[in-house]
């Protein structure tokens, strides 16, 4: 069974920092060729913040480039965001996502993790 396990998520004030780490475990059937953070906001659909391929390709919502950044760690299957000046507009729940395989693909997502940025 695969899981991906996300920590990280809390509540903080503007302009403050937050990391996320998810850690994948479980025995998935393809080679692993993405990793990546989805979040969304209450009454709003799930969006891309932020994913990295194989080759080390990153991919930034506009709305985060130059304050988050995504990096992974493939000998202990983890990917991180560094979240950096958060405002309120980042509150959120965060989601891990994994995508194995070329021509036939599996997805997998975390159980979320609650970002809250308030006063």
């Known amino acids: 069974q695969v899981q991906l396990v996300e920590t990280g998520g809390g509540l903080v004030q503007p302009g403050e920092s937050l990391r996320l780490s998810c850690v994948v475990s479980?025995?998935?059937?393809?080679?692993?060729?993405?990793m990546g953070w989805y979040r969304q906001a209450p009454g709003k659909q799930r969006d891309l913040v932020a994913g990295?391929?194989?080759?080390?390709?990153?991919d930034y919502a506009d709305t985060v480039k130059g304050r988050f950044t995504i990096s992974r760690d493939n000998a202990k299957n983890t990917v991180y965001l560094q979240m950096n000046s958060l405002n309120v507009e980042d509150t959120a729940v965060y989601y891990c996502?994994?995508?194995?395989?070329?021509?036939?693909?599996?997805?997998?997502w975390g159980q979320g993790t609650q970002v809250t940025v308030s006063e």
């Open positions: 996502h994994v995508k194995a395989g070329v021509y036939i693909t599996a997805h997998y």
């Open positions: 479980g025995n998935i059937p393809f080679k692993v060729n993405y």
């Open positions: 990295v391929t194989n080759d080390g390709t990153i």
